[in-house]
Every structure is written in C-alpha cells, then in structure tokens.
C-alpha cells in the first residue's frame, strides 16, 4: 500500500533563517506531488505541484520555492523566512490520471 | 477565475442529518472531491463525483449537479465523532489533476 512521509510535525523558526520540508512518497511510482499550505482557520492553497523529477510549477509567487530530485521526493524550501509563512504545510500526492490527493500529516510551522 | 463557496459553520444534533453544501466556477471541471479534516489533522479523502447524480458511502453521501457547479456532501446518523471541517475541492481542466479547495465547513455535533 502506498504511504507517505512528511516531517517535522511542528517546526519553529526565526525570522530571516532557512527552510526545508521534506516529504516522501512509498508504493507507488511517478506520482503527482503538491505542497499546500492552510493558514488558521482557512482552506488549503496550492502551493506547487511537481508531474515528474524536476518538474515544479507554482501556483502563487511567494518567498518559498520546492524541489523534487527524486520521483518520490518533494522538498520545500526558503531561503529567509518570513512572519507571514507561518501555517500548516501539507504535502499529498495522486496517482496520474485520477484526481484525488492523499495527504501527509502536515507540518506546522511558526515564525517568530 | 475560480471559485469554491461553502458555508463557513455548522451545527448538528447527534443522530440527525445533515447537508453541507458546495458551489463553484471553474475554468473546467474534471471532478469533485470532498474531504474530512479534524482539528490539527491532515485531510482524508471522502468521496468522489465526476458525474452527476448521488455516491453513496456508508453513512456519507455526496450529490453533484455540473449543470448549476452544485455539490453537496450529506451524512446521516451523525456521531460526536463527525465534528470537524468538510472541505469541498475541484478539479479543473488543464492536467496535472490539480485540486483547488474551498475554505471548508466546520461541522460541531452537539448531544
């Protein structure tokens, strides 16, 4: 069955520091994967969303970028955080061709 | 443009039905997705329609109309258990099978 990693759980970071989120997909190849984020209380955006190894498209301009140097590998990155880029990250992934996502635990992250 | 409308809350007495509904615009459609997403938690996926008509799932129901962009998710015998937000998503044209999410609807089931 297939599964998928995401970690930390909960993350705090000062202003101006780096990021890196990573998330990993088991039991399935050449996934589609997403990062979303969900600020309180709201719904979740679509940050990037990656169909193959080096393949990254973003939804929104922001101060965050994503990389994925592998087929089961998405990485979300920032170089200097921002207040604003606190929230719940989410990453998921679907099979080709069929549309639903199926979503890491999350990783909640504070800027201070 | 896209845009996904849900009720902000709700609330519901345990054992009773309820219905959450759902309204988009989308540039296309390819399918809607609800989901259940307890506080803290991520997202787990409920129910699928890409046609129009009613899928039944046990105690969770979900209807689709593409004609009027309408969907709502109905769940019967309500339990404490099924507070939390029911998220309704989209998918449009284009590939990559991109979901586009409304705001969610809090649910709280009260005894």
């Known amino acids: 069955s297939q599964t998928i990693h995401q970690w930390p759980a909960t993350l705090v970071q000062p202003v101006g520091s780096p990021l890196s989120l990573e998330c990993t997909v088991e039991g399935t190849s050449n996934p589609n994967l997403y990062w979303y984020r969900q600020a309180a209380g709201r719904g979740l955006q679509l940050l990037f969303y990656?169909?193959?190894?080096?393949?990254i498209s973003s939804e929104v301009p922001q101060n965050l970028s994503a990389s994925r140097p592998q087929d089961r590998q998405f990485i979300l990155s920032s170089k200097k955080l921002l207040l604003s880029d606190s929230g719940f990250y989410l990453c998921?992934?679907?099979?080709?061709?069929?549309?639903?996502?199926?979503f890491g635990q999350g990783t909640r992250l504070t800027v201070v | 443009g896209q845009n996904i409308d849900q009720p902000t809350e709700m609330t519901a007495t345990e054992g009773a039905i309820v219905q959450i509904n759902c309204t988009y615009q989308t540039s296309g459609f390819n399918g809607l997705f609800w989901y259940q997403q307890h506080a803290g938690e991520a997202p787990t996926f409920l129910s699928y329609?890409?046609?129009?008509g009613l899928e039944e799932k046990g105690r969770f129901s979900s209807f689709l109309s593409r004609s009027k962009g309408y969907s709502y998710l109905l769940l019967k015998e309500l339990q404490m258990k099924d507070s939390a937000s029911y998220l309704c998503?989209?998918?449009?044209?284009?590939?990559?099978?991109?979901?586009?999410f409304g705001a969610g609807t809090r649910l709280a089931v009260h005894p």
């Open positions: 990656s169909v193959g190894i080096g393949q």
């Open positions: 329609n890409v046609l129009d």
């Open positions: 998503a989209v998918r449009g044209s284009g590939g990559y099978n991109k979901l586009i």
């Open positions: 998921a992934w679907s099979v080709k061709g069929r549309g639903e996502a199926f």
